[in-house]
């Protein structure tokens, strides 16, 4: 079955403590991105790749860092998180054609809470 | 910055009825997509048309695009109670150097009552 997965699902962490949210894609899409959602701010992009080895930031990148080094897997990491970054995070991919993106797979999402 | 922006932000109706959701957006447009989201979970992908298309069907829903007023609209007929979601739309930019971000609406809350 096609899907992108995020793990974990739910996460309750303290200010300051570091944290991977992994996200996997079995559609062999070039494109990867992360979103995250705010009530009354819709989603907003933190960072995309558009293949391996490449990422670029997105509207609110800040205290999120990404790698790519496979091309299934696109990790957000919070080195130091701040409870401003409690919220409820996307991972999407999407194929790539002709320059452009296509229809984006969202994975389930991952509910976090900083404290 | 957010490009697309939804119309109404909400929107009740009752069962059977047609719910018509609209977006403008400010930028030319590579492709214009639209997508459902039940509370809390994922977003599901229903329509993306591109920019030389006018219009798009998918069993009840119709999207409309309009470029030079630089708006879209989704269309549900006969509505139905899981069609309660938010509905947003999310645009691709035409021009390269922009074609990396998909900008999202802040969405349109449906509620269809029985």
């Known amino acids: 079955e096609a899907q992108v997965t995020q793990n974990p699902r739910y996460l309750i962490t303290v200010t300051g403590k570091k944290l991977t949210v992994t996200c996997s894609q079995n559609?062999?899409?070039?494109?990867m991105s992360w979103y995250r959602q705010d009530p009354g701010l819709g989603l907003r992009q933190i960072y995309y790749?558009?293949?391996?080895?490449?990422?670029d930031k997105g509207d609110v990148p800040e205290g999120y860092k990404v790698s790519r080094k496979e091309k299934r897997n696109f990790p957000l990491i919070l080195e130091s998180p701040s409870p401003n970054q409690t919220s409820l995070y996307f991972c999407?991919?999407?194929?790539?054609?002709?320059?452009?993106?296509?229809?984006?797979?969202f994975g389930p999402g991952t509910r976090l809470l900083v404290l | 910055s957010q490009q697309g922006e939804e119309d109404p932000q909400a929107l009740s109706i009752q069962e059977g009825e047609n719910a018509t959701m609209n977006c403008s957006y400010k930028?030319?447009?590579?492709?214009l997509q639209w997508y459902r989201q039940n509370s809390g979970r994922g977003l599901v992908h229903l329509i993306l048309?591109?920019?030389?298309?006018r219009e798009k069907h998918s069993g009840r829903l119709r999207v409309t695009l309009d470029t030079s007023k630089k708006s879209s609209s989704l269309l549900i007929t006969a509505s139905r109670a899981a069609d309660t979601a938010s509905y947003f739309c999310?645009?691709?930019?035409?021009?390269?150097?922009?074609?990396?971000?998909?900008?999202f609406g802040q969405g349109t809350r449906l509620t269809i009552n029985p």
């Open positions: 999407a991919s999407s194929p790539w054609r002709g320059g452009f993106q296509e229809t984006q797979y």
């Open positions: 559609m062999n899409h070039e494109y």
């Open positions: 790749s558009m293949n391996v080895e490449v990422t």
């Open positions: 930028t030319s447009i590579n492709n």
């Open positions: 048309i591109r920019s030389n298309e």
């Open positions: 999310a645009t691709v930019p035409s021009l390269i150097q922009g074609a990396q971000k998909l900008v």
